[in-house]
């Protein structure tokens, strides 16, 4: 369970989901502070989904240039992305998705499925 943004008190309710189109996320408030939120998850106030943009920045951290990689995801997942907006996803999700926090939970979510 997650705490809140506000005064990360642990006293929260489910309050439905926040639907866009990327999909629907929990929405929680919380009991004390009287704050609505939504889960933290590192793609926030992001237009295009997380897959899109982890397959992006994969594809430039193994070498593929701007272009080819804007070409790439338009061709495969056909989503119309800026050359730009790919360098600054590279720039913002790179350490990110090195991390080892990352790496881990991706690791054991495939222990459990097997």
Known sequence: MPKCLNCKSKNLMKR??????VGKKQKYLCRNCRCWFVKPDGFE??????????RAVSLRNDGLSLLRTQDHIWQHDGVKVTRR???QWTKK???????NTFTSSTKTKRKTAL
């Open 85 to 87: 907006t790919i360098s």
């Open 93 to 99: 999700y790179s350490a990110f998705l090195k991390s």
């Open 45 to 54: 106030r992001m237009r295009h989904k997380p897959e899109d943009i982890v």
């Open 16 to 21: 439905g989901f926040r639907y866009n189109e």
